[in-house]
């Protein structure tokens, strides 16, 4: 068991031009590989053409887009390199396009004559029945002219034409302006109508002048819209067909997502190399995983070319694997640093349970991360929070704040409060000396071992023995030869001429470090103290619970005040528990300076079962 990342390894496949998508797509289904390229291409792979065909798609989409059908669920199988697919399925777009143009057009003037006969038909039939004749209204020309307005709710003109005749008439879903007057009069009316958002309203031709029968005409032409409309749907559903546009749509989302995220990587005129770092443990894994796929290809693990940082792994085990979240909010640990998921996997949830000791609590905990965590991953950590806390739970002898249900198998912690807190200070203190371990282990992995002899092993003895003087105050005089240690040893190490500048600089930074040592360790009473906590905020709930009369009464208080400790409490120690270790414990050695393996992002669409080279 190692406590340091591992090095990705530099890998370096060779596969034909038109494997080359189908490749990478399996390889970001594997989540298993970093793409980076280092070497010119002698036949470049047009990467630049490639996003110029995707504006102009871009540009198509947001002509046609709510046109299109829906891209199904898979991108075809053909094999080509990217240029050679993209530009066959702009051409497929470009040729649909030219067809469907007039197609689009005629649903959009359909669509539009249908909302203005819709809202007519609001008008005629929701109105307060104070229409003019609507044959009189609609043939005022030529000396006048008429107009209908869709008003916003708020919407109405602060000032209108003295001669022009307006009426507003008010129906549940709208408010409508009708007006007649000069030409010149409306067209200033319909400027400020515009202003405000009104919406003009076209009249049909040939409408009678009774409302009654107005709205039949409006009803038969709505029908007929609509006919029309699914009419030219069904052409363009053809053309869709005939063109293949609902898989030429996932093409393209396919090679946009290649485009955005594969580098342009080095290739000949029949051949590719995809470089890049990968997880897999041999070169077998990943050739097993293309020739799954039908594809194949030439593969080595190689030494990484100069220059380049290989991204660093966390190898832990299964169930430590959520822990990760706490060293990831730092960042990677550096190649000469320590991986600290497996102590945090064991100290996090004692924390967590020594403050949460309840065998109730901890199993809606527990419960509570077994069903969230398949749709929040990181919540898997409350599953081991909950094992602990139960455990805690028979020690203190609690089962949602009751103490005597069951014997304790240790304390109640409110009948010992010191002791509590002493466990506290004396589990910080234990894992603040193995951060210190961590810290003298780093510096031998980065061959700087005698340096922290010299200097860092002071710092170490004099925490030690001022730890061990609580017991035995003569340690004291061991504490003092720390400090010494580290004083001097930062003298030793500087040049001749700066010693005395050198040590006057360690005692100031030995006398800093010393008192964030022993401020992190107090800091960790707060462990016992939110323990002590719970416990009384519990016995608090027991005790509301049996001033009513009544067990339903009993109960009620019960199921609240549990819930309540539960969400609260839960919530407090869990932020607790992460502090601790972010800033008492990482501090003393993690620098988090690696650089992190980030495989290739998984496209949208679903693989092919099998990638076929095109006939």
């Known amino acids: 068991m190692s406590l340091r990342p591992v090095a990705a390894k530099w890998f370096e496949m060779l596969v034909m031009r038109d494997d080359l998508t189908a ?30 065909l995707l504006e102009e798609f871009d540009t198509l989409q947001s002509r046609f887009g709510h046109y299109w059908p829906a891209r199904p669920t898979h991108w075809p199988d053909e094999r080509h390199e990217p240029y050679a697919m993209l530009e066959l399925a702009m051409n497929r777009l470009r040729a649909w396009s030219a067809e469907a143009v007039d197609v689009v057009d005629r649903i959009e003037m359909l669509r539009h004559e249908r909302d203005d006969l819709l809202l ?10 104070s229409l003019p004749e609507l044959q009189q209204f609609t043939s005022a020309g030529p000396l006048l002219k008429s107009c209908v307005y869709v008003l916003e709710s708020d919407a109405w ?40 958002k009104a919406q003009q309203i076209r009249l049909p031709d040939g409408l009678p002048g009774k409302s009654r029968d107005a709205g039949a005409l409006i009803n038969e032409r709505v029908d007929a819209a609509n006919v029309q409309i699914a009419e030219a749907r069904r052409e363009l559903t053809a053309l869709d067909d005939r063109h293949e546009i609902a898989s030429t749509l996932a093409v393209v989302d396919f090679l946009r997502w290649y485009v955005d995220n594969v580098p342009d990587l080095a290739s000949t005129e029949n051949f590719a190399w995809i470089t890049g770092w990968s997880s897999a443990p041999d070169e077998d894994s990943l050739v097993r995983l293309l020739a799954d796929a039908n594809i194949k290809a030439l593969l080595r693990l190689a030494e990484p070319p100069g220059g380049f940082d290989a991204p660093l792994l966390l190898h832990n085990p299964k169930w430590m694997r959520p822990f990760e979240m706490f060293t990831s909010m730092l960042g990677v640990p550096a190649a000469g640093e320590a991986d600290p998921t497996r102590i945090v996997a064991i100290a996090s949830p004692l924390m967590f349970g ?20 398949r749709r929040l991953p990181a919540l898997r950590l409350l599953i081991a929070g909950g094992v602990v806390s139960i455990g805690f739970g028979f020690l203190f002898g609690s089962i949602f704040g009751l103490e005597n249900v069951i014997r304790p198998l240790w304390i109640h912690p409110m009948e010992q409060p010191i002791l509590m807190l002493l466990i506290a200070l004396a589990g910080g203190a234990v894992l603040l000396l193995i951060g210190l371990c961590l810290d003298a282990m780093q510096a031998y992995w980065q061959r700087k071992g005698l340096h922290w002899w010299e200097t860092g092993a002071g710092l170490l003895l004099c925490y030690l023995a001022l730890l061990g003087s609580i017991r035995e105050p003569r340690l004291l005089w061991l504490a003092i030869f720390g400090g010494a240690w580290f004083v001097i040893g930062h003298a030793f190490v500087a040049l001749p001429g700066r010693r005395f500048a050198a040590s006057g600089k360690a005692a100031a930074e030995f006398v800093e470090t010393l008192l964030q040592l022993l401020v992190n360790t107090i800091s960790f009473v707060r462990v016992g103290a939110f323990a002590l906590a719970h416990a009384g905020l519990s016995l608090a709930v ?35 528990t992460t502090r601790l270790v972010l800033f008492e414990f990482f501090v003393r050695f993690l620098r988090a300076e690696g650089r992190p393996f980030r495989p290739i992002p998984l496209p949208t669409s679903n693989s092919p079962e099998h990638h076929r080279r095109p006939s």
Do not use: W, Y
């Open 157 to 196: 003109p602060k000032t209108l034409p003295h001669s022009a005749i307006t009426q507003r008439i008010t129906t549940p879903g709208h408010n409508f302006l009708l007006a007649l007057g000069l030409p010149e009069e409306i067209a200033a009316l319909e400027d400020a109508l515009k202003m405000q």
């Open 23 to 52: 490749a990478v797509d399996v390889l970001a289904r594997s989540a298993c590989v970093e793409l980076q390229s280092h070497a010119e291409p002698s036949a470049p792979l047009r990467m630049r053409e490639c996003r110029d």
């Open 354 to 373: 020594f403050m949460f000791g309840d065998v109730g609590h901890g199993a809606v905990v527990l419960l509570a991360g077994i069903f969230l965590s």
């Open 120 to 129: 007519l038909r609001e008008l005629f039939g929701d109105g307060d029945g």
């Open 542 to 576: 027991v005790g509301v619970a049996e001033a009513p009369a009544s067990l339903a009464g009993k109960i009620l208080i019960l199921v609240i005040g549990n819930a309540l400790i539960i969400a609260l409490e839960g919530l407090v120690v869990g932020i607790q």
